[in-house]
């Protein structure tokens, strides 16, 4: 019989938890850098940024 350690499990969540918190920040990171690469072009078409990215979501 496997004997059950509860600390083995406590580590498990603390790792999907560190996994989950990273990736969260990854993907922050991701739509702000790509909010702010597109502010220049849209400042340009003097656009909201509503109409802009709807605009940007509908072309593809």
Same mark, same amino acid.
Request: charged residues 15%; aromatic residues 14%.
């Given at each position: ?7 083995? %499990? ?17 993907? %922050? ?16 078409? *003097? ?8 605009? %940007?979501? %509908?072309? *593809?």
């Amino acid at each position: 019989m496997v004997s059950f350690d509860p600390t083995t %499990l406590g580590y498990f969540i603390y790792l999907v938890f560190a996994v989950a918190a990273t990736g969260a920040v990854a993907g %922050l990171a991701a739509v702000t850098e790509f909010v702010v690469s597109n502010r220049r072009t849209r400042v340009a078409r *003097h656009q909201t940024v509503r109409t802009y990215y709807r605009g %940007l979501a %509908l072309s *593809h």
